[in-house]
């Protein structure tokens, strides 16, 4: 029993289904695997074993009594910092909201729970999800199990170590402009951003509202699709969650590459990718040719705008987001030794907000003032459409994009946090994904000549998620692609 941590997502819900461990088993086997790894890892925020063993133990005795919930009855999952969770902290990894209490479910959670699945504990993240390394944690640098040297990517960061550590099989995200699918590429697992609308963001805490999405990490493709079933779909606390639009997940299966069209960028313009990225992209190509797809060249060039266009939408609506955060409704509250109001806020605010999320809110507050809203803002909602256009157009000609997820492989902690542009170009694959309200999926897609995974980035139309699963499955069946995730943390 004691290596259970090591199974597959399907093997643990087999072994689940078949009665061959209990919930309580996996969850102690979890736990062992957090107490020797989250030392050098720091995924969690915090461990709080008796919790989960409780859950786990209530739905054994519903196995042993016959009224299993659901086929997902007992399996653990771990949830990112920004999602709120009834009575428990929900900070977004950032001091203005270190002791905040959510007072309800958000929706992803209330699914999850009538399902019967058992909840560890939160993960570690950039704080308010902006960031691409998780470095911007008011709390605490999580580290990427292949080397502990080096990020595991972010926003996301700490779901995605935690599931490439064997901390847990599956685990929520958020992706805005990446968040899920490159930490997901860069810890070795498999990361999905589904289209928007398509999974309530009730309970999320909002960084950007019109790119935020939630959307499933996990050790296997199946814990994608099975997440992604459990909690798609129309939300009454979400007006953008979309009606009418069915997911089944036994549509979801691989399928022969004969004949499929599919989309691939040009590499001569790709000068600023890892060598072992783009040589894995190369090789990539040719086993789809091999196995009959027909590829066909898509001209980017738009793409080329998709950093400055995100940055300055996610800017401005992060501004307006974040205004909540005042000292007078949630969380933190500095007093003004004045005693002016006014002061109570640019204290509060000082001393709770990080150096990243205070630049992007003087970005975002400066494009929406007036007399620079129609040069900025406003010409980067234009652009948007730009690229939204140019995905329609693709897909007329292609049924799905592949592309590497993310430029270069995990970079050393410390490597991009002086030069926030660089950080922000690690983004250059995935952001385009968000403007467009695409799904994307990051998948393994084996490992470089340093041991580091590569992630590749497949994208569909707007609700295809059937076939985009259904390629991702697909893609794992070409040669040199799958990634064992590391047994020994070192
Ligand atoms: N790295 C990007 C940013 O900082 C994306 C973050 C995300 O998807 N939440 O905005």
Redesign the pocket.
Known sequence: MKELFKLSYSKIKEGLGKGDFSSVDLVNSYYDRIDESQPKIKAFLETNREKATNQAKISDERRRSGKTISEFDGIPVATKDNICVSGEITSCCSKILENFRSPYDATVISRLKDKGFVFLPRTNM?EF????STENSAFQTTTNPFDTTRIPG???GGSAAAVSAGMVPIALG???????R?PASLCGIWGLKPTYGRISRYGLVA??SS??QIGPFSNDIQGVVDLFSVLNGRDEKDQTTVTGKSFSSTNVKPKSWKGVKVGVMPTNKASDWSPSVLKKYEDMKKNLEKEGAILKELDFSVFSYSIPI??LI?TAECSSNLSRFDGIRYGLRVEGSSGKLEDLYVESRSKGFGD?VKR?ILLGTFSLSSGYYDAYYGKAQKARVMIRKQYDSFFKEVDVILQPTSPTTAFKIGEKTKDPIQ??L??VL??SV?LAGVPAISCPAGIDENGLPIGMQLTTSHFEEESLLSFASSLAQLPDTTITLPSKIQ
């Open positions: 950039d999800a902006m960031g691409s972010g926003s996301s958020s992706d805005t402009g990446g968040s899920i490159q960084y950007a790119l935020d995100y940055y996610a990243e992007r950080m922000y690690a983004d995935t952001t968000n």
